[in-house]
């Protein structure tokens, strides 16, 4: 009976230090709800996010430049209709 307690309880321990170097090597895959690496500083989600916010904003911009025109372009094409309007 005491050889038996002896070997679940060192089948638990081997279980658990195995388990653990699992988590250790997947650690690089691994994420958090958040999409973050576990070790990953705040300082560094903060850095990501940031840049992430700026390459958003960045593409909005192009978008509206895209679907709006310039001041000059405006005018060059005013100045064209009233040259055309003039013939």
């Known amino acids: 009976m005491m050889f038996k307690e002896m070997s679940t309880n060192q089948h638990t321990t081997t279980n658990i230090n195995n388990t653990m170097k699992e988590n250790k090597k997947n650690a690089s895959t691994q994420t958090t709800l958040s ?8 300082n560094q989600v903060l850095s990501e996010f940031h840049h992430s916010k700026c390459i ?3 593409e909005a911009l192009e978008r509206l430049m895209r679907r709006y025109e310039t001041g000059r ?3 060059l094409r005013m100045v064209r209709e009233f040259e055309n309007s003039l013939i």
Do not use: F
Not at 35 to 42: A, F
């Open 35 to 42: 999409g973050s690496h576990p070790s990953t500083s705040l």
């Open 56 to 58: 958003r904003e960045r």
């Open 73 to 75: 372009q405006r005018n």
